[in-house]
């Protein structure tokens, strides 16, 4: 895994990008790969490459080119199937001077042109640099495992795997946007193309941009998740799959992708341990994948509220796997929550990111720079209690008098303490609202998104303003062809994938968190096979009543622990706004929610922001109650919120310079540094 950046030039009469520019660049995001660094530079173009190797470790450098030096790609990202391309490839008369996945990107992109990016099984983000024709290429994988941002400014065109390496060029404006803010304070995260800065965007999952000199800019979706129309199912059922091949191909497929995973890499592969399901099985997997010795990591927690140590080690027991913890409390999380929102780069709701940049650090220090994950299972096997919040209210729509049916509501949330269902009237209530928008899009995400939008409430007069002068993209706008026709776990299913799953859950609390210590995720129920197969899936075999991950709890049957397959689902979370409202909070805080600062940022009313934040240090302090759901993502959305404009605009003494020492360069402007 890797960072990527660079500066292209669309017009001939401006100066090529600088070394000093792109050593500060790759500076930015050395933390991605800090094995190596490597630049490539004309009279138009400036590519620069920080590496973390686990392919190819002698021969893989970067910037790394075609055979007559005229395509030159920097990249960042896993091609699992690159061997069986490679052979592909030589069939074809290409000839390999590397070992690596990323030459293959390069005689396939040669090959096939843009279609190359839809035979790839992986995940990436990358740039090929046309020199003869004068044309960058960005394109990112499917689901947005992998990050790339770009802003475009006076003919000229700025990427990076990360927003900081762009603001290396203390050109570029610094200013947190309001309709990006406006997203996070809607979908727990920005949604792509948008992005948290003014002026910035992200390059969307599955989505290809291509800048060429005197043309404009292209974009095109090579992949986007899809799911069978009804009428197709229907008229599918007399030879569609039966539950138990379903169970046999589903364990085949993830198992092949998990191998990959494994093996694909010339150093260790270690396993996250949740305690869950899903990461589970993956490493069970991983452990039959690759013999000798298996390592396993988990994240402890003080409060047993969030603890899963017992099915953690249960599975690691049954694993045999080397297995190391560590214990969080909410002091740590307050400790570190500065650098978690740094590497962020936007605002988050929750905690959660927090405890896995801990976890990452741990798997750094014990010498691994890969962990399997099993992030992806719930998105793609409807395992979410919003899946099972919209099918007992579509239930309630047909008969919204019913006494019975709101009752359904008590099978969910136990292992919450503020549970919605602790105060019955008030829970009933909330959940009958919105029946009937029954065909709406975004009936089983309306619950979710309004609850979040209330907290906007706490939004300066100024962003209120601006919002409504310029409402942010509305994702709904541009929904696929045929969303309509689909099952309403598929639409469902689409939603979670596009707004929580890339906007934050595998971009903030995944490769964010991961890269912060130089560590590689890898998602085998993110395999591309994995993922078509899945969503062909008749729905009843993911949420048959509701029963979540139906097939694949069948799947892990003799794999997994029978204590982890029949316990209730209980999704990651950590100590939210308690970790900085109590009396030991770090001074930060305090700072961070001060009337001057606030007013200084302009994202929030200072005076209703100070009464939430004095509220919960009032509640914290007494302990008559416990904090609401609402105050907890509002305390930590706007902490985190203030914080990220403090360290990328308030105060930017700390960024990092450029005292990289490049090992490969490429200079047609100049043979010395």
Known sequence: MCGIAGRINLSTNLEPPSIELLQKMVGAIRHRGPDEYGYYRDAHAGLVHARLSIIDLTTGQQPLSSEDETLWIVFNGEIFNYIELRNELKAYGHRFRTQSDTEVVVHAYEQWGDDCFRRFNGQWALALWDSQQKKLTLCRDRVGVRPLFVCERDNSVWFASEIKAIFADSSILRKISPQGLDQVFTYWGTVAPTSIFTGIEEIQPGAVRIYEFGRKRVDKIYWQPSFPNISEKDNLKPNKVNLHEAVEVLSDKLMNATKLRMLRSDVPVGSYLSGGLDSSLVAWMGRRAKEGEFRTFSIRFADAEFDETEYQRKMASTLDSKHEEITVTGKDIAGIFPDVVYHTERPILRTAPAPLFLLSKLVRDSG??????????????????????????????????????????????????????????????????????????????????????????????????????????????????????????????????????????????????????????????????????????????????????????????????????????????????????????????????????????????????????????????????????????????????????????????????????????????????
């Open 368 to 673: 691994f720079k890969a962990v399997l994950t099993g992030e992806g299972a719930d998105e793609m096997l409807a395992g979410y209690d919003i899946f099972r919040e919209a099918k007992i209210r579509r239930f309630m729509a047909n008969d919204p008098g019913s006494k019975i049916r709101p009752k359904l509501f008590d099978r969910l949330y136990p292992y919450l303490a503020r549970s919605p269902q602790q105060t019955k009237g008030m829970a009933i209530e909330f959940w009958k609202r919105g029946l009937d928008l029954v065909n709406s899009p975004s009936f089983s995400h309306d619950p979710r998104w309004n609850t979040t939008s209330s907290l906007k409430k706490f939004f300066s007069d100024e962003v209120q303003q601006q919002l409504k002068s310029r409402p942010g993209h509305d994702i709904l706008s541009d929904l696929p062809q045929g969303f309509s026709l689909w099952d309403p776990l598929a639409r469902a299913q689409y939603l979670e994938i596009i707004t929580l799953f890339s906007g934050y859950l595998i971009s903030s609390q995944g490769d964010r968190m991961l890269m912060a210590n130089s560590v590689e995720g890898r998602f085998p129920f993110l395999d591309a096979d994995v993922m078509e197969y899945c969503n062909n899936l008749p729905p009843e075999y993911k949420l048959i009543g509701l029963n979540e991950k139906h097939v694949l709890k069948l799947a892990a049957k003799g794999k997994v622990p029978e204590e982890i397959l029949k316990r209730k689902k209980q999704p990651y979370r950590a100590p939210d706004a308690i970790s900085f409202v109590s009396e030991d909070a770090p001074e930060y805080v305090g700072e961070m929610f001060s009337e001057r600062l606030l007013h200084t940022g302009g994202l929030f009313n200072p005076k209703t922001a100070r009464l939430l934040y004095e509220k919960c240090r009032e509640v914290v302090r007494t302990g008559k109650t416990v904090l609401s759901n609402n105050d907890n993502m509002g305390i930590v959305g706007i902490l985190s919120a203030q914080l990220l404009f403090f360290k990328y605009i308030y105060d930017i003494s700390n960024t990092k310079s450029g005292d990289i020492v490049f090992t490969t360069k490429i200079d047609r402007i100049s043979n010395t540094l």
